[in-house]
């Protein structure tokens, strides 16, 4: 009884916050709690605003195509560092998880470096390089854990009859690695989608993402504009993980997020 009870309070605590930043975007007014009544008027003026519809348009491009590069990269080295052994695997394997332990901030400015020495200026190849390089430990985690628990007799039986390698790899492995696929997609986009540390020194003037517009918001305005953009993205990942229950199941999406943990 008592564990269930913590672990509800503990589920209560860190959703609160949620909450009451949906809440709060239906204000009428400026900040005030409890409402005094419902209005969506914080959220109609949202895509009117340049920089918000820009920045979320930005943040949507560099995460899907970073996550798209991340998933290409990282399955084929998962497949190579799972079965195969080489001399120089482990350090391979250290370098492809090492933006995990180095901190993004030191990630945004060595970037920045390299971008300002070979003279990249373009902030949309400086993201892309940046998110990449953030959201393929990711991958390269799930889906070389999911490889490792692989029932490789699975693939050889359709070899057996006569399958070549590829075509196995189309119909048997890729179809039951599905749920690590979804995983790895999600945490991909959600890394780049929300990451501020190193986009911050790779973004230009015009071209930058919507977790640092929202963060001078902060400093410009105080009324429940973030909270109406807020409650914007929380409604749409609720609404995506909905859709993800229906393609995949959370039981086994849930299962192939332990891995990285």
Known sequence: MIPRLIAAFTVFLLAL???????????????????????????????????FASSLGVSLVVGTI???IS???GIPASLVLVRQRFKGREVIQVLFLSPLAIPAVVVGVSLLDVFVMV?????LTRLLTGHV????????????????????????????????????????TLPLMKSAIVAAIIFAFQTSFNDISVSIFLVGTTFTTLPLVLLT????????????????????????????EKLVGIDKLMGAFRVVT
């Open 17 to 51: 916050p949620l909450i009451l930043s949906v809440v709060i975007s239906f204000s009428p007014g400026q900040l005030t709690f409890p409402l005094t009544g419902f209005s969506l008027r914080w959220y109609e003026p949202l895509f009117s605003r340049r920089d």
């Open 66 to 68: 970073a996550s798209a």
């Open 71 to 73: 998933l290409g990269i």
């Open 119 to 123: 003279g990249v200026s373009d902030p």
């Open 133 to 172: 390089i953030i959201t393929l430990p990711y991958v390269v985690r799930v889906i070389s854990a999911s490889l490792e628990g692989f029932d490789r007799q699975v693939e050889e039986a359709a070899m057996n009859l006569g399958a070549d390698e590829f075509r196995t790899f189309q119909k048997i």
């Open 217 to 244: 918001w902060t400093y410009k305005y105080f009324d429940p504009s973030i909270a109406a953009a807020s409650g914007l993205i929380i409604g749409s990942i609720t609404i995506l993980l909905i859709i993800t």
